[in-house]
């Protein structure tokens, strides 16, 4: 059976991979929409993962002329929902129930069950910022959501540390065990 992922692109410099996620999920046989923060766009453009989707790109909560409740529409279309990469700020949104824009709030709109796989990409001092971390355990406690957490390496501001957003065979990987279940 034909499963529908739904993808929630931040903006960071690792949205690049979001494009080869994308691709492999179409080849797997997935049904994949996305969603793209405002940030998002100015990394990788809605129309290149429009082309890899096959599906129209969501960018803007306010956009849609046939569809004026388009974030329930898409949280309940939602089987499984990947958040790649996902931002300290988009992080902090959610857990704090701040809906600002179409991604934060489709993610307050799914239902408690249907599992989120988050990929974060961030400078290292932000990933052991207490706060991220507080707000990633609310999420883990709250919701049904479940981090890929960063790897080591050169980070896009040039220092070596945790941050790297892991590659998209993991996340790959991921959804196949949760389609397995």
């Known amino acids: ?66 569809e004026s409740v388009k974030h329930i529409s898409l949280a309940q279309w939602a089987e499984i929902c990947v958040i790649a990469p996902l931002s300290a700020n988009t992080l902090s949104k959610i857990a704090n129930g701040i809906c600002d824009n179409l991604l934060t709030t489709v993610m307050c709109a799914l239902p408690k069950t249907t599992p989120v796989i988050c990929a974060p990409a961030m400078n290292e001092n932000m990933w052991k910022s207490p706060i991220i971390k507080e707000n990633i355990e609310k ?14 390496g050169e980070l896009a501001c040039g220092s070596f540390g945790e941050g790297r957003m892991v590659e998209p065979s993991e996340i790959l990987k991921r959804i196949r065990s949760l389609i397995r279940k």
Do not use: W
């Open 139 to 152: 999420l883990k406690e709250k919701l049904h959501f479940s981090f890929l957490n960063p790897l080591k």
């Open 1 to 66: 059976m034909r499963k529908n992922i739904l993808v929630g692109i931040c903006g960071g410099i690792s949205a690049y991979k979001s494009a080869i996620l994308v691709r492999d999920l179409i080849k797997n046989n997935l049904a994949v929409r996305v969603i793209m923060t405002p940030s998002a766009t100015k990394f990788v453009t809605p129309l290149t993962l429009q082309t890899l989707s096959n599906n129209p790109v969501y960018c803007d909560m306010f956009s849609f002329y046939n």
